[in-house]
């Protein structure tokens, strides 16, 4: 009789712990969605007062307290393309190149470990190094080609990486299958695996460019312009990027109560970008696993 | 068609080949005897290798169909069914030989089958050929209705084979002639008292093929 | 047509396959059994070459196809994997439509006539017993149907690109008997114009289906002959124990 009560006492344990668990893994769920909802909803709240088709698509006036952001939304779109296409080819070739051609040894594992490195440096210091050899040795000038090299740098490692996993996760069977039909290793990548991998390689594309729209520490001194109503010409013109335009407007400008509304303007639009952004992404990523299936 | 139905096939036209073999022998043995011809006597006589030839290919088609496609259910009845008919069919082939070795013999003397007629050796001829047709189409056909005939007609042979006891033994004074002759002409009747004995193994073979019942020594029931 | 001599295989310092000879003929059916380990799946690898994607293996002896040693330096790989198709233990059909599995094996070897591959992709189908059943939903997913279908899919993507030589690696071991039994049928059917050899580690399907045995041991290969002897009465001792189950 005393085993059976031990045994049922220790069920009612067994069955506390895990409500109590399951609730806190509840709670910090919501906490999440919380915290998201409540950032949007206040951006949203404090920007949409100023929120207007003159406001997305005319310059900024009477010193960036009026006027529209236009050049910003242009600028940190070149940044996102350019960096994209720095990064994107390099990280997904390097990716592709560590995963099925150098499998294994030292070399493999260095290379591994310097891109984790690379992605533990502050963006501040690699503002400062793009400063230094795309602005100054290199001759470039602050301009776009150089935000976007060191955006791109900045970015280079998420891509790597989430590259290298989608294709890890992919089973060597299918790799087999191929070779045993008498395909090159390089058509198995191209025809089986690439396409696999493609919808997380996506995901990696989606987290860089969510990065790069916000960074300001990369292209404080390499691009960013704190005020260029005129819309770049060549990748050599420098530009106005969204991120940094909110620093200055909510730090630095020349009225700041004024302009404090067009700060929250510029970081609704700024989200607005992104998650626009993001969706599109994940749409094509869906389309692409739906075709697959 | 599957394989193991195209091998179990194969299995059963060797076996009706065989059947078809060991009927002619029988057949032959009878004309030998009602025309006292020593040529078909001889003709039996040198295929007796080929019936023997026939029980080692089929042995060996049961082995190794046993070994290799290890069946189950009817087709294990069928194959163990054919190993014992096959069997069955060798000793019926080894009979009519000796009939014919017999008849051979008999030749060499004055004998004349019409005064035989009394002991029906030409009825028993007839009824055991009838016999191995019946139980042969049984096979062919995987049907044993016609099991409950064949088993009578084994009494029937039971009573001829008695009756001819009686005649012989009872025939007193005889000369040495017609004594070799009596005696040989029992052991025609005793041969062909056996071969309607197998014919009746083979027929509960085929029952237990088709069915699944065991008829010998009383059955499983 | 197939030729071994003198093999010797290592993964490492592993000793995986002893030196071992032996001849298969073209059209027959081959089956490699024995215990886990034993090294009849490395053997099957040697053939079309896919131990070569295993790091730090070494291969002394020949073996030959044709006549021709097929680890010779200057045999293009890619060209002996049309030569030598392979069907694996799991089912693996790429996640593309049945059509595009099929057809894939013709795309990669440069073909792009859409009428010749769509000719080829039907009869490689007919010939892998599947067409009938997938005819009308090509376009398919090669995910929708079931395992045994796939596993016929991918005997088809094999046949696709003519092969003269089809290896079977356990093809049957994830299927249910009723799929089982339709791959084994469907061998008896392609053994009039391939060559095969299957491992198994089931001995009653290795006997119900090959005309030679190969009975492997701890990478050695104890005894091999044709099927009949191997199960009714096979030379050695410990090929005796194995296949009546006493092994072990």
């Excluded at chain 1, 949409?48 to 242009?74: C, H, N, Q, R, Y």
């Excluded at chain 1, 776009?144 to 060191?150: D, N, Q």
């Excluded at chain 2, 020593?38 to 019936?51: T, Y």
């Excluded at chain 3, 592993?14 to 380990?37: D, R, V």
Aim: aromatic share 8%.
């Amino acid at each position: 009789m005393n085993d059976e009560i031990k045994m049922q006492q220790i069920h009612r344990r067994k069955r506390l712990y895990e409500a109590i668990f399951f609730g806190l893994f509840r709670i910090m769920g919501f906490m999440v969605v919380l915290i998201l909802g409540f950032i949007l909803c206040f951006i949203t709240m404090k920007g949409i007062g100023v929120m207007s088709w003159e406001f997305i698509t005319a310059s900024p006036t009477d010193g960036l307290t009026k006027g529209g952001i236009f050049p910003a939304i242009v600028g940190t779109m070149c940044l996102i393309a350019g960096s994209m296409i720095f990064a994107f080819p390099i990280g997904v070739l390097s990716g592709i190149y560590t995963t099925e051609y150098a499998k294994t040894g030292k070399w493999v594992k260095f290379i591994r470990l310097m891109t984790n490195n690379l992605s533990g440096v502050p963006s501040i210091v690699f503002g400062l190094f793009g400063m230094s050899l795309f602005v100054n040795t290199l001759g470039f000038g602050d301009s776009i080609l150089a935000g976007s090299l060191t955006l791109g740098l900045l970015v280079l490692p998420v891509v790597i990486r989430t590259t290298e996993e989608a294709i890890l996760s992919i089973d060597d069977s299918f790799r087999h299958g191929s070779l045993a039909l008498g395909a090159t290793k390089l058509q198995t990548i191209n025809r089986v695996v690439l396409p696999m991998a493609f919808p997380n390689i996506i995901t990696g594309l989606i987290l860089s460019i969510g990065r790069v729209s916000g960074e300001t520490a990369p292209i404080l001194f390499t691009v960013a312009a704190y005020f260029l109503p005129q819309l770049p010409t060549s990748i050599f013109d420098q530009v106005m990027a969204l991120p940094y335009h909110l620093y200055v407007i909510a730090t630095s400008g020349t009225n700041i109560e004024a302009s404090r509304g067009i700060a929250y303007g510029t970081a609704l639009v700024l989200i607005i970008i992104v998650l626009t952004l993001n969706l599109a992404a994940n749409v094509i990523r869906n389309y692409i696993q739906k075709k697959i299936k | 068609m599957l394989q193991l139905e195209l091998e179990l096939n194969d299995l059963k036209n060797q076996v009706l080949a065989m059947w078809q073999l060991v009927y002619s022998q029988l057949e032959k043995s009878k004309n030998a005897y009602l025309t006292m011809s020593r040529d078909l006597a001889f003709e039996v006589m040198s295929m007796e290798r080929k019936v023997d030839a026939f029980e080692l290919l089929i042995d060996q088609m049961c082995e190794q169909l046993l070994a290799l496609k290890h069946p189950v259910a009817i087709d294990l009845r069928f194959i163990l069914s054919s190993l014992k008919i096959n069997g069955n069919l060798e000793r019926i082939g080894d009979l009519a030989h000796g009939i014919a070795r017999l008849v051979f013999e008999l030749t060499h003397t004055q004998f004349d089958p019409m005064t035989a007629k009394s002991m029906r050796i030409e009825e028993m001829f007839d009824e055991t050929l009838e016999m191995l047709l019946l139980v042969k189409n049984a096979f062919k056909k995987e049907d044993n209705k016609n099991v409950a005939a064949v088993l009578s007609k084994d009494d029937i042979l039971d009573t001829i084979d008695k009756e001819a006891f009686f005649q012989i033994s009872s025939k007193t004074g005889q000369l040495q002639d017609e004594m070799q002759q009596s005696l040989l002409i029992f052991n025609i009747i005793r041969k062909l008292e056996r071969i309607g004995d197998h014919c009746s193994n083979i027929a509960e073979e085929i029952t237990f093929y088709i069915e699944a019942v065991v008829l010998k020594h009383g059955g499983n029931n | 047509m197939i030729n071994v001599e003198n093999i010797n295989f290592y993964y490492g310092k592993f000793h995986a396959l002893q030196n071992i000879s032996m001849g298969m003929e073209a059209n027959t059916i081959t089956a490699l059994i024995g215990p886990s380990g034993c090294g009849k799946s490395t053997f099957l690898r040697l053939f079309n070459r896919m131990n070569d994607l295993i790091p730090d293996t070494t291969l002394t002896g020949t073996v030959s196809i044709g006549g021709v040693d097929i680890y010779q330096k200057n045999v293009l790989v890619d060209d002996l994997r049309k030569r030598v198709g392979m069907v694996f233990q799991k089912p693996n059909p790429f996640p593309k439509s049945i059509f595009e599995n099929v057809a894939y094996g013709m795309r990669v070897n440069g073909m792009n006539n859409k009428k010749i591959i769509a000719e080829k992709v039907e009869q490689a189908l007919k010939h892998a017993a599947l067409w009938d059943e997938v005819k009308d939903k090509l376009k398919k997913s090669a995910f929708a149907i079931s395992g045994g279908q796939q596993q016929r899919l991918c005997i088809a993507r094999a046949l696709a690109v003519e092969p003269d030589i089809l290896l079977m690696d356990e093809p049957a071991s994830a299927l249910d008997p009723i799929s089982t039994s339709k791959i084994e049928e469907l061998m008896f059917q392609l053994k009039e114009d391939y060559t095969i050899v299957i491992v198994t580690h089931n001995m009653q399907q290795a006997a119900r289906v090959s005309d030679h045995t190969a009975y492997f041991y701890m990478g050695e290969l104890i005894e091999y002959g044709e099927t009949k002897k191997i199960f009714t009465n096979p030379d050695k001792k410990s090929t005796q124990n194995y296949v009546t189950g006493r092994f072990g």
